[in-house]
């Protein structure tokens, strides 16, 4: 049982991190119906600028772990959305009244120059960083084997619903979210009612982008450890994840995120490790072939 909360808490953890970066593949696709297949590599750029915040300013000795912390945080998220800007009126705008297929490849080249962008400016070794959030709680304890709960597994957890519930109702409630469901039910119909289909779109990149680097933060320190390839896994799992609750909602990317994460750490932690994608990859073809639109996806409904 101890070692069943143990994985619990881990699987959470992680799907955590899945979950915000799955967001981004969703919001995306609800909108201009496109999957952003480069934005595994924005959360890469998100955790490789933490990572140079972090390192620069503790080279000058400038604040303690919690401010270099925020700093980072706040940088990843500003070169992220820079990025998820640039992505979009490079790779996607240009490219938007064309057939599906042209836009899919142009994301996999930008994916492909990011990873080779990263590995030539910043090296193909290994980065990294000594842990900086320690400490946490003991949940439960039997003979050798004690339960515990880290205060950064807190963090990341608590970090995920905040933004989660924050996006719901940003989506839900205010004129930026009224604008991009707006465009997500009839993009050419919104433009003929006046509402700027371009920059909601490019407003939608950058959101999702500071999602990711927020993810990627998370990932870094979590993990303590990041390369120019960590986006190309993490972000097919998390586009996994989106597929698995229902491409195009926020709550089934959030569902999706957290099943990956426990079906990960469970299998893990039951069976052998080198299985673990091939478990996630497994369940997603067995969502797809039962119930197509994901756990909490809506079926298209063909516009006449």
Same mark, same amino acid.
């Given at each position: ?69 925020? +700093?980072?945080?706040?940088?990843? $998220? ?50 990294? +960083? ?80 500071? +999602? ?5 933060m998370m990932f870094l320190l979590y993990y303590g450890v990041i ?26 990317? $959030?569902?999706?995120?957290? +099943? ?45």
């Amino acid at each position: 049982m101890e070692y069943f909360v143990q994985q619990l808490i881990n699987g959470l953890a992680l799907g955590s991190i899945y979950g915000l970066i799955a967001i981004g593949y969703t919001m995306v696709y609800g909108i201009i119906g496109m999957i952003n297949f480069a934005h595994g590599d924005i959360f890469m750029v998100g955790a490789f600028g933490a990572l140079i915040v972090i390192v620069g300013l503790g080279a000058v000795g400038f604040g303690g772990a919690g401010v270099l912390i925020i +700093l980072a945080l706040l940088a990843a $998220m500003l070169i992220a959305a820079v990025y998820g800007w640039a992505l979009e009126r490079v790779a996607y705008r240009p490219l938007r009244g064309s057939f599906r297929l042209a836009a899919l490849i142009s994301a996999i080249g930008m994916s492909i120059f990011l990873q080779n962008f990263v590995q030539l400016s910043q090296g193909a070794r290994v980065k990294p +960083l000594q842990p900086m959030v320690e400490g946490g709680f003991v949940v439960m304890e039997k003979g050798n084997f004690a339960v515990t709960l880290s205060y950064l597994q807190i963090i990341i957890v608590v970090t995920t619903v905040v933004l989660m519930a924050g996006f719901s109702l940003l989506i839900a409630k205010t004129p930026i979210g009224r604008t991009q469901r707006a465009c997500e039910q009839d993009m050419k119909m919104a433009s003929l009612l006046g509402l700027d289909v371009n920059r909601t779109i490019s407003l939608t990149f950058v959101m999702g982008a500071a +999602l990711a680097a927020v993810a990627g933060m998370m990932f870094l320190l979590y993990y303590g450890v990041i390369d120019f390839f960590i986006g190309f896994l993490v972000g097919i799992k998390a586009f996994t994840a989106a597929v698995l609750g229902g491409i195009g909602s926020l709550p089934g990317a $959030m569902l999706g995120g957290l +099943l990956i994460g426990l079906i990960e750490t469970f299998w893990s932690g039951y069976f052998t490790v080198e299985y673990k994608d091939v478990a996630a990859f497994a369940i997603l073809v067995l969502v797809l072939i039962f119930r197509p639109t994901g756990l909490l996806g809506r079926p298209e409904v063909e516009k006449v």
